[in-house]
C-alpha cells in the first residue's frame, strides 16, 4: 500500500507499505517493508521485511532484511543495520555499524 509522500528517484518492493504521512526521498524500500505514519526514509536502502515505525528518521543508512527501527529514532550518517537488527524507541544513531 502506498499512500505516503514520495520523491525523487524510489524504488518500492512488491508488499511494502508506507503509511499515508510517511515520506519517502530517493530511497529503495523493499519487498513487505513497512514505512509507519510520521516516519521519513532518505537516500537510504531498506531490505526485506524492515521497519521504520512512527516517527522515526533514517538518512543515507542501509537497512538489513528483518531489521525493526523502534518509534522516534533518528538514524543516520552512513549507519548499517544487520539482518534482524532492533533499535530500540528513541535511539539515535549516528554513523555506527549495528550488528544483526
Avoid at 9 to 31: F, M, N, Y
Wanted: hydrophobic share 40%; proline share 3%.
Amino acid at each position: 500500500m502506498l499512500a505516503g509522500q514520495l520523491s525523487g528517484a524510489c524504488w518500492i518492493g512488491e508488499g511494502a507499505v508506507i503509511a499515508e504521512t510517511a515520506v519517502v526521498e530517493r530511497s529503495v524500500i523493499g519487498p513487505g517493508s513497512v514505512v509507519e505514519a510520521g516516519a521519513t526514509v532518505t537516500g537510504s536502502i531498506l531490505l526485506e521485511g524492515s521497519r521504520v515505525a512512527q516517527k522515526s528518521s533514517v538518512e543515507n543508512s542501509i537497512l538489513g532484511p528483518g531489521s525493526t527501527i523502534g518509534e522516534r529514532c533518528t538514524i543516520h550518517g552512513i549507519s548499517v543495520l544487520g539482518n534482524g537488527a532492533m533499535v530500540a524507541s528513541g535511539s539515535q544513531i549516528d554513523a555506527e555499524r549495528i550488528p544483526g
